[in-house]
DNA sequence: GCCGTTTTCGGCCCGACTGTTTTCAGTCG
């Protein structure tokens, strides 16, 4: 680990849990609570919706502020920011070989094997130290060391081979959703199992999942468990035992199953689906009442109450049912024991698609969407929408003056006009109304391709963001402001232009676009296309305090993508996001107000 | 090392599985 003063939350989260690391090869008794210390330090860096170098720029106190710093590490990370150095760090890590943090990067490696790996073959420099680890695993030197043997050097051949494998990247929310109902078919196939349900990230809705959990009730945990290891589609047995088996399927994907009698089932539930920081959290207020939670249940006074449902758990607690998508110790278990969570936005709420692409020639650059509009509606009426924006990508300036572009986008308007006067003598149509929009580029310098008579055809325009993602914040910023200046100029789709394993979002202050946009009654989008997810959760919460307004879009480029709704439904979610907050939920005629406003 | 609606001192979430030893340490979630 090098520390530098530019360190980015990831390598501060690396660096605190390699101290907590460092702490436990010490094996001081002392040290015990330390390293818990550290290693909350290190997830709270982690998990922080912005840059702790940033808290630091803006104010010295701002780290403190952080649940899990306090002074001590405030101090060291403010020396590491103001001179790219750690006197107390350097002298944590004097002793031991940076090849040690090394291996604790492969999975069932921890501080003290590392060490004695390290310590006993030699090996000091990070430099090549898997590698070194690999080549002696291979020749059987692994084995010959006091407290390893045959078994754990062949898992230390096995975690070094899928280590190498492993990219970086995280599954799709929509990847793991299809994985796992696969497997939970499969479970079903099985007579004893009573329930099954994924738990985790997966349960939470994040946008990315690592592992697949799956939880099941039943009374013959064996049968079960050994139904599941029989998985067809499954490379390996991680691990069995009674009450939980992990197996790797294709793509080196681990899937863990728990298993639970029903009468518990609640409390498995409750305790895989976490997160982590939510169920410590709630853990130190059972504590203080006495009580003691696991996933059999709740103890009180040596004595076990079991909880079937969710609902039975946290009531037990003294507080509201928590939806999982809350569950990230963002301040809902405090609003569930004052009954005070918000009633979340649903599925069925939604009344219109806000982003979706036809196949109308506009002569874009961009991609175009398969479907005629026809067939967008005909899969909007089964739905049951209620209406509908049509958003191609703007036509292309290249190869078009503004007379050219004006042309093709009356010829929208005169399609669109007749759609409208259609849909009114069908009765039987859901969709009521469809609004001729378009989703506009917004150039390196804020302006747009085309002209604001150009504008005037549209009901309304979609901004978003398609090249030069790399501007700083300042420039950025400034960029989306001027787009967003214009007056047909409604929605802010895709703000971050992030795509999940692919590339990060652009920079932006978004209090100053928050700020913006409520004033001048601008919209943000909640893209639902899986591999974007944009705006972010923890961005939609920000907005959402506020009291900013946002929209649901697929950015659907056939028909099939319009099913993609339930994604950005649950983004909304996990950004506390009421109906009210959803612009896309109103009625038409609430619709068309809000537009004219 | 962190933290406070029992505390500025004295606590700190809870349990599963594997492998190496024979009662437990290490690792993980």
Redesign the pocket.
């Known amino acids: 680990m090098k520390i530098h003063k530019q360190m980015n939350n990831l390598e501060i989260a690396e660096l605190l849990h390699d101290v907590a690391a460092a702490y436990?090869i010490k094996?001081e008794a002392k040290n015990?609570?330390?390293i818990?210390?550290?290693e909350?330090?290190g997830d709270a860096v982690e998990h922080l919706s912005s840059e702790a170098k940033d808290l630091w720029d803006e104010s010295e106190g701002e780290l403190?502020k952080?649940?899990?710093?306090?002074?001590?590490?405030?101090t060291h990370l403010s020396e590491i920011f103001k001179t790219g150095k750690s006197k107390?760090f350097e002298s944590i890590f004097k002793d031991i070989n940076p090849a040690v943090f090394e291996f604790l990067k492969?999975?069932?490696?921890?501080?003290?094997?590392?060490y004695k790996l390290s310590e006993a073959f030699k090996i000091k420099s990070s430099k090549n130290a898997i590698n070194k680890l690999q080549k002696l695993a291979k020749k059987g030197k692994i084995?010959n060391l006091?407290?390893?043997?045959?078994?754990?050097?062949?898992?230390i051949l096995q975690s070094i081979k899928e280590f190498k494998n492993k990219s970086d990247v995280r599954m799709l929310l929509s990847r793991a959703e299809v994985i796992a109902s696969e497997i939970i078919l499969w479970l079903k196939e099985n007579k004893f199992v009573k329930n099954a349900d994924v738990l985790?990230s997966l349960r939470r809705k994040a946008s990315t999942v690592g592992?697949i959990?799956i939880a099941v009730a039943t009374n013959e945990p064996e049968e079960v468990l050994n139904h599941f290891t029989k998985y067809p589609n499954k490379s390996r047995i991680l691990?069995?035992?009674?009450?939980?088996?992990s197996i790797i399927i294709p793509g080196n994907i681990?899937v863990?199953l728990m298993v639970q009698e029903p009468e518990s089932y609640g409390s498995l539930l409750q305790h895989?689906t976490?997160s982590?920081h939510h169920?410590?959290a709630l853990?130190?207020i059972?504590?203080?009442?006495g009580l003691?939670?696991?996933?059999?249940g709740i103890?009180k006074n040596k004595k076990l109450v079991k909880t079937p449902t969710e609902e039975k758990f946290y009531k037990f607690l003294g507080m509201k049912y928590i939806p999982p998508e809350l569950r990230e110790d963002m301040g809902e278990i405090e609003a569930a024991r004052q009954n005070k969570l918000p009633r979340l936005v649903e599925l069925k709420d939604v009344k219109a698609d806000l982003q979706i692409h036809s196949n109308f020639d506009i002569e874009t650059s961009h991609d175009v969407g398969d479907n005629s509009m026809e067939e967008i509606i005909k899969k909007a009426n089964e739905l049951n929408y209620e209406y509908l924006a049509f958003t191609e990508h703007n036509p292309s300036q290249k190869g078009h003056n503004g007379k050219q572009i004006i042309s093709i986008l009356k010829r929208k308007k005169d399609k669109i006009d007749q759609l409208n006067t259609d849909m009114k003598s069908n009765k039987h149509n859901g969709v009521k109304k469809v609004f001729n929009s378009l989703e506009i580029d917004i150039l390196p310098n804020g302006d747009l391709p085309i002209s604001d008579d150009a504008l005037g055809y549209l009901d309304f325009a979609l901004v978003s963001i398609h090249s030069s993602f790399r501007l700083s914040k300042q420039r950025m910023t400034d960029r989306v402001l001027k787009a967003l200046n214009h007056k047909t100029v409604k929605i802010f789709a895709h703000p971050t232009g992030r795509k999940l394993n692919e590339r990060e979002g652009v920079e932006l202050n978004w209090p100053k676009i928050f700020e913006f946009c409520l004033k001048n009654n601008k919209l943000i989008e909640i893209n639902a296309e899986p591999s974007r997810l944009d705006l972010p959760d923890f961005l939609v919460k920000e907005a959402i305090d506020r009291g900013l307004k946002l929209t649901l879009g697929t950015d659907a480029h056939n028909v099939e993508g319009m099913n993609n709704m339930r994604y950005g439904v649950s983004v909304a979610r996990r950004g506390w996001a009421k109906k009210g907050d959803i612009v896309n939920t109103r009625s038409l005629f609430e619709f068309e107000k809000l537009l004219n406003k």
């Open positions: 436990k094996n015990r609570f330390r818990i210390a550290y909350r330090a403190e952080v649940a899990g710093i306090g002074e001590s590490i405030a107390h492969v999975p069932g490696i921890g501080p003290k094997n590392a084995r006091e407290h390893f043997g045959e078994d754990s050097e062949k898992s985790g592992d959990d691990e069995k035992g009674p009450h939980t088996a681990q863990d895989f976490g982590k169920n410590i853990r130190e059972a504590l203080k009442k003691s939670l696991s996933e059999y103890k």
